[in-house]
């Protein structure tokens, strides 16, 4: 594998979350085929799930400055991350628009990449709210290694 990520790398997600709302804990895990790719500085996870509302494209950009989830089709979100200072950010589904802030903990990524090999983790912790209330903690971890 060339050290030039300018082209798209096919990778498996393994991705997990844990929300922590009102003493109650709930763990999501799912298993993703996509893409990793870097560009000017930035590194990039694409990949598409399927769900009760329809199918949804999701880009997950990364960086040193931080991080922002963007998803589009069935539903569209934008959500960004930034250690240094709460984030707005939106939600709009076929209902409306809903108001979104994260407060971010941690945000932490690395990834190794040899000839043959590309492997990774990218790391948030933070609160959500929207419209200004609580939605919960959320732990997200994206581990990704190429095909």
Do not use: C, W
């Amino acid at each position: 594998m060339a050290k030039d990520l300018q082209a798209p790398v096919p990778v498996n997600i393994h991705l997990t979350t844990s929300i922590e709302h009102e003493g109650e804990r709930e763990m999501f895990e799912l298993m993703l085929s996509g893409e990793f790719q870097e560009k000017n500085g930035s590194y990039f996870l694409k990949y598409t799930e399927v769900q009760e509302e329809g199918t949804i494209q999701t880009v997950v950009k990364f960086s040193d400055k931080g991080a922002v989830i963007l998803r589009s089709g069935a539903v569209k979100m934008r959500l960004p991350f930034n250690e240094k200072e709460p984030m707005n950010g939106s939600y709009t589904s076929p209902h409306g628009t809903l108001a979104m802030l994260t407060k971010t903990n941690k945000l932490s990524h690395s990834h190794t990449y040899s000839e043959s090999q590309l492997e990774g983790t990218l790391q948030l912790d933070y609160h959500l709210l929207m419209q200004g209330t609580a939605v919960g903690a959320y732990t997200m971890e994206l581990k990704f290694e190429s095909v």
